[in-house]
């Protein structure tokens, strides 16, 4: 993940304007919960992280046809924790094997009453674990779907010297490539701009 100083408070809220207007079309009731021990800032990816949200937000947005949706937020010793409850139309066991494949969509009565590609979990699921966290579900139908998903919780300041060593130590392993043991993922269809960036 990218090392950036994040306002915590400003993700969540940002996450829920995104779908308040489709929220309100459907009578649904928005929630926040934030916990006071919810950090101001940290070290993380806030354009991930709201992906993220947004994406479980809009998920509980479109499959919830009365009642509410709430995001709740916390944190413990390690880790920030977000979780997003709705009351819709909740997913089988059988169906939550299927969950985080890409392009799977769990029903095909869903398929013809909902659109999407059924890539927006997948890819969240990709995302949190290139940032050390992780996701998990508890959902029953007719009832409605918990998403909670975790990331590694690292305060601004214990970390700024971690990271200038980590640096430090990834120049020193590989001295002729700033950015070796970096991960990033690049989206390029051209094979000579493939090769290229494969040896730089």
Do not use: W
Request: aromatic share 6%.
């Amino acid at each position: 993940a990218k090392a950036n100083f994040d306002d915590a408070l400003s993700d969540i809220e940002q996450a829920i304007e995104l779908v308040r207007d489709r929220a309100r079309a459907k009578r649904l009731e928005l929630k926040v919960d934030k916990a006071p021990n919810v950090p101001k800032t940290c070290i993380s990816d806030p354009l991930r992280i709201g992906q993220i949200l947004f994406n479980l937000l809009s998920n509980a947005v479109k499959f919830t046809e009365t009642g509410e949706i709430t995001l709740a937020a916390s944190r413990d010793d390690t880790h920030l924790l977000f979780r997003i409850t709705d009351t819709g139309i909740g997913i089988s066991s059988e169906q939550l094997s299927l969950l985080f494949n890409p392009f799977q969509q769990i029903d095909s009565s869903s398929t013809r009453r909902f659109d999407g590609t059924g890539l927006g979990l997948a890819i969240s699921k990709r995302l949190l674990e290139l940032m050390n966290g992780d996701i998990r579900v508890d959902s029953r139908p007719g009832v409605g779907s918990t998403f909670e998903f975790r990331l590694p919780y690292i305060h601004p300041d214990t970390e700024a010297g971690a990271t200038s060593t980590t640096a430090s130590n990834t120049r020193l392993t590989f001295p002729n490539k700033p950015l070796g043991g970096v991960s990033i993922l690049v989206a390029e269809d051209d094979p000579i701009s493939q090769m290229v960036l494969e040896h730089n």
